[in-house]
């Protein structure tokens, strides 16, 4: 068998046997000899005995030493991979292991987020040896049997992801799993830049490969139609997959750090590391749709790559650099009796009309003329499974739709190690790393579910960053839930702020587009961890009639209250008349600022007569009376306007 997949395999289960050996309580040291006992009825002795070889101290007995250079590269690539968290001399002082392995979130101290009882681990081991069985047993190539349990094992309910690398905490915050997947790529790495090399990790140079997507907020928004939304949307996962697949070609799934939200991360080594990266420029440009792609790289030494905060923090003003560098080419020149695409607005547009979204101009209605690369962007929005505004804007009381962007405050310092350091006295070591951004990855994609599952859709959702379109007020409402959940997923580590704008579904998107973004911008001004939004009901608002609105960020707890306030109301039997005088209240405040002061008097003498008649609760009554004089009175009422059927018509 060839010599690097031998290698791949044993560094990538390298710790398989630590799930069999805390099952038995055994002897922290031993977890080695499972590993052989696992893999030798799965694979071949030669495999078995290259995985259990990986440690060389004086804890281990000399039977477990590396003796083979294959196996002293493992060796050397879980050191590198664990970084400063080697925890042999404190797990000397506890040789067994306790009943119950904890895997603790690896934004915390060790808070607990699984606790592993011996049954637990031992049905793990059962269900992990008979999957590598079954796979490798109905496979004909080694290597496509690689690749397939390799995916089986980084989903999110494998055994291998349940428990972690060690049982210490605060080090046991990222599985067996992201452990020994860096503990492959590293392997791999060294494999391929010429072998063993001795114990001194200096000695060994490793390239981080980062891949960046140009633009990617103008490239989603350059049209304002939604299928052009969803297709460059689709456009970017596309391209993104066809580079990240380049890689995994050339060096393995294994090498892939991170990918998703615009970009990707990659290990890599050096002496290939202008092939690759150029291989997945092209393949990622190639992809269409006017697509470019920044790549970039780092290389450091193998003591550097255990701190892994401090590579990142390279790669990331490596690829700044290389991104105000580079030079864009202009597209090929247009006659003047040529039409240019109604879209882009830079190509020259082809001959066939798309009628299915005609254009207005000079009074006349005109199809789009798109050029080829907008053609094939809406085309393949078009065949994506239908967004429809009118859908979801028929599920709201009032026909509107809510354009939601949320995005993670923060994620730069928190990805880089420096918050890590700083707060919780953490390295960011590669494994470490490899469990946040899956972390991250696997927030944005249960958000998606989340938007989905309160009849919205997801335009685009990467890494931090969500774009969506939801039914009005359920999208209002599903905003700081979302916001609860990534600060919960993330153990309150990171926050998210948010924007979003509230439309008629028959009122032109990109009023929506254009003002979303600037209300995120506004949220994250004032502070982050807030939201900001802007009603605007009317049929054919225009941008200026929306920023003549001065709306105020909201801390996301005060906009919960809020919407508890108002959801309140909405149980309460509140005349119709009274209802359309809150309403007209809110409309004179928004118009004429200057008679702020009137008319927070008439809303309370609104609020006090309809608590003494006995319409609105005491209770209810003083927490709208601390709203009105806190301003927040106008969002209590527009939002109870929202969430009632009938009474007003706000369209």
Not at 151 to 170: G, H, I, W
Not at 367 to 381: A, I, N, T
């Amino acid at each position: 068998m060839d010599s690097l997949l031998v290698l791949r395999i044993g560094s990538l289960l390298h710790d398989i046997g630590k799930i069999r050996c805390w099952s038995l309580r055994d002897r922290w040291t031993e977890h080695v000899r499972y590993t052989y006992e696992m893999l030798v009825d799965i694979f071949s002795e030669y495999i078995a005995s290259t995985a259990m070889r990986h440690h060389s101290s004086r804890y281990y007995s000399v039977e477990y030493h590396p003796k083979t250079d294959i196996e002293r590269i493992i060796c050397i690539s879980d050191s590198i991979a664990s970084g400063a968290d080697r925890p042999e001399e404190d797990q000397a002082k506890l040789p067994r292991p306790p009943s119950e392995i904890e895997l603790s979130h690896p934004l915390t101290r060790g808070k607990p987020i699984r606790t592993l009882k011996g049954d637990y681990l031992r049905r793990f081991d059962e269900e992990l040896c008979k999957m590598l069985r079954e796979i490798v047993d109905g496979t004909k190539s080694m290597d496509l049997a690689y690749r397939k349990f390799f995916d089986k094992l980084s989903e999110e309910r494998s055994p291998m992801m349940q428990v972690p690398a060690y049982t210490n905490p605060p080090i046991n915050d990222h599985s067996i799993f992201d452990h020994g997947k860096l503990t492959a790529a590293i392997a791999t790495c060294i494999y391929l830049s010429g072998g063993y090399k001795g114990e001194r990790l200096e000695d060994y140079r490793f390239s981080l490969l980062s891949g960046d997507v140009d633009g990617i907020q103008s490239f989603i928004n350059a049209s304002r139609r939604l299928p052009d939304l969803v297709g460059g949307s689709r456009l970017i996962n596309v391209a993104l997959e066809n580079a990240v697949r380049v890689v995994e070609e050339m060096l393995g799934p294994e090498c892939i750090v991170y990918k998703g939200g615009g970009g990707f991360l990659a290990l890599t080594p050096p002496s290939l590391v202008d092939e690759i990266g150029g291989k997945a420029r092209d393949a990622f440009e190639e992809s269409g749709g006017g697509l470019t792609i920044t790549i970039s790289y780092v290389t450091v030494n193998g003591s550097e790559l255990g701190f892994f905060g401090d590579v990142w923090r390279k790669a990331i003003q490596n690829m700044r650099r290389a991104k105000s560098e580079r030079r864009y080419r202009l597209g090929a020149s247009i006659a003047p009796d040529e039409h240019v695409c109604d879209v882009c607005g830079l190509r020259r547009a082809t001959a066939t009309p798309d009628w299915d979204y005609p254009t207005p101009l000079e009074a006349r209605i005109q199809p789009d003329y798109l050029c080829d690369v907008c053609f094939k962007r809406r085309d393949l929005g078009k065949s994506s499974e239908g967004i429809s505004i009118d859908e979801i804007g028929g599920k709201d009381p009032y026909h509107l739709v809510c354009i939601l962007k949320i995005d993670g405050d923060k994620i730069g310092r928190l990805l880089d190690g420096s918050r890590i350091k700083e707060e919780l006295g953490k390295n960011m070591s590669p494994s470490r790393l490899s469990a946040i951004s899956r972390l991250i990855h696997e927030t944005s994609e249960y958000l998606k579910e989340f938007v989905e599952k309160h009849g919205g859709r997801c335009i685009y959702a990467g890494g931090d960053d969500i774009l969506a379109i939801l039914p009005g007020i359920e999208g209002l409402k599903a905003a700081p839930e979302m916001s609860r959940i990534f600060e919960e997923r993330l153990a309150g580590f990171s926050t998210v702020s948010g924007g979003a704008v509230l439309i008629h579904r028959k009122s032109p998107l990109s009023v929506a587009l254009e003002w979303v973004r600037e209300l995120l911008e506004k949220a994250k001004d004032a502070g982050r961890n807030r939201f900001c939004y802007v009603l605007t009901p009317r049929i054919g608002v225009t941008p200026s009639e929306i920023a003549e609105v001065e709306r105020i960020p909201i801390e996301w707890g005060v906009f919960r209250e809020i919407l508890r306030i108002a959801d309140e109301l909405v149980t309460l039997n509140i005349p119709p008349s009274q209802l359309r005088m809150m309403y007209s209240l809110i409309t004179e405040l928004r118009r004429h600022p200057e008679k702020r002061g009137k008319a927070v008097d008439e809303a309370l003498y609104i609020v006090k007569r309809q608590v003494s008649r006995g319409v609105i609760p005491f209770e209810v009554g003083v927490q709208l009376i601390d709203s009105i004089k806190n301003s927040l009175f106008e969002y209590i009422v527009e939002l109870f306007m929202l969430s009632r059927r009938g009474g007003i018509q706000v369209e």
